[in-house]
Structures are given as C-alpha cells and as structure tokens.
C-alpha cells in the first residue's frame, strides 16, 4: 500500500469512528438544551402547519422540521418520548 491509500484509509476510519461517537446515546437527555430550546420548537410548528412569528430567514427551520420528520419514522423508546416541541416526538428526532 501506497502513502496515499493508507492516508485515504485512515482517514474513512476516523470519520466512521467519529459518527459513530456522534449518534451512540444520542436520545440520553430528555430535555431542549441550548437552542433547541427555541429552534426544535419553531421546527415543529412549521411541521404540524401552525402559524408563528418568525424574525430570521426560515432555513434553518425547515430543515430543522425535515430532521424532525425523518427521525419521527425510527422506533423510539418510549421513555424519550416528550412533548417538549408541542408534539410527541422522541428526543431522537
């Protein structure tokens, strides 16, 4: 093996290895922490159609609200259930 495979192997491996520190317990705090405090909640509201007060561009928002809807179709446990967003929604999502 060249310098540059190795390289290009070894690189992959860290970047697997740091997704999979990334996810692992992911759903462990049952709470908003952060802006997620504000932006999870303003993600859901855009989700379920409900009408809000928004004073910065929307992107962040509406792909905050895909995040939401592609996690909500994963298996959850039902003790990171909460309604913290004003819907149910796993802390996953």
């Known amino acids: 093996m060249n310098s540059q495979v190795k390289f290009n ?3 992959l491996a860290i970047f697997i290895f740091s997704l999979g520190i990334r996810f692992w317990n992911l759903s462990q705090f049952n709470t908003l922490v952060f802006d997620e405090v504000y932006y ?3 993600g ?3 989700l379920i ?3 809000f007060f928004q004073s910065h561009p929307p992107l962040s928002q509406y792909l905050i609200a895909i995040s939401i809807w592609i996690g909500s179709h994963f298996p959850a446990d039902p ?3 909460n309604n913290l967003t004003g819907s149910l929604r796993s802390t996953f999502s």
């Open 9 to 11: 192997v070894s690189i």
């Open 40 to 42: 999870a909640k303003y």
């Open 44 to 46: 859901n509201e855009y």
């Open 49 to 51: 159609g409900k009408e």
């Open 79 to 81: 003790e990171t259930i």
